[in-house]
């Protein structure tokens, strides 16, 4: 199977504490992306990051990407309640073909 | 941003109907539309692809004839689970995109099969 895994599956936390989410891949990519998804909804972009970029932010949200390695990391900082979902990174191939492969996700817990 | 709405939410029905699940882009004109499979508490297993005006790409393992996609205009695809049994129900989730940009998802369809 192409599907990333990532790690922890699930992780709880007190508000205000940092989150870190692990996403390992197999294949050569182009782009490698995270998504949320709160419980029984669809999935909300966060952030994209590029095969040749190591780090981008965006807000709270941290990202980090290590070809070599073939992973990548999503960092939560100053975590809210809010924040409570599942998070799957998404693997944008580099043979061209418009098609991601999600991560196993991990199930974040944020506790008030 | 971008808005996909997925209709219907939710479908309960008997052991062999068909249910016909619907993928609109609101706001945009998508080349691509995508349709997965989300079992509880697990990520997203790609179905298939589909492109305005063509077959779509199945991915291995789905049956083609058990879920027939028809993507009419660069702004609605449908998913039909055809004679749907028990083992079909799932969480079933479109999304819709434009060549390598992030995809756009709906709010997924909950289909229960008794």
């Known amino acids: 199977s192409q599907q990333g895994e990532e790690d922890p599956q699930a992780l709880s936390i007190q508000e205000g504490e940092n989150a870190t989410m692990n996403c390992s891949y197999k294949?050569?990519?182009?782009?490698l992306q995270w998504y949320r998804q709160n419980s029984g909804r669809g999935l909300v972009h966060l952030i994209l990051?590029?095969?040749?970029?190591r780090e981008k932010h965006s807000g709270r949200l941290r990202v980090t990407l290590d070809t070599s390695k073939k992973s990548s990391s999503l960092l939560i900082t100053a975590s809210r309640a809010a924040d409570t979902a599942s998070y799957f990174c998404?693997?944008?191939?580099?043979?061209?073909?418009?098609?991601?492969?999600f991560g196993t996700g991990t199930r974040l817990k944020v506790l008030a | 941003g971008a808005v996909v709405s997925q209709h219907p939410s939710r479908v309960i029905c008997k052991s062999g109907t068909s249910v016909k699940i619907e993928c609109r882009s609101l706001?945009?004109?998508?080349?691509?539309m995508f349709w997965y499979r989300q079992f509880p508490k697990q990520s997203l297993m790609l179905m298939a692809t589909?492109?305005?005006?063509?077959?779509?790409?199945?991915e291995q393992g789905v049956e083609k004839d058990k879920f027939l996609i028809n993507h009419a205009s660069l702004t609605l695809s449908t998913l039909t689970v055809t004679s749907a049994h028990p083992e079909d129900s799932s969480f079933y989730i479109c999304?819709?995109?434009?060549?390598?940009?992030?995809?756009?998802f709906g709010d997924g369809t909950r289909l229960s099969i008794l």
């Open positions: 999304s819709a995109g434009i060549s390598n940009q992030p995809q756009h």
């Open positions: 294949t050569s990519i182009n782009n």
């Open positions: 990051i590029r095969s040749n970029e």
């Open positions: 998404a693997t944008a191939l580099s043979s061209g073909t418009y098609k991601y492969i």
């Open positions: 706001d945009f004109q998508a080349t691509t």
């Open positions: 589909s492109n305005e005006g063509s077959k779509a790409t199945y």
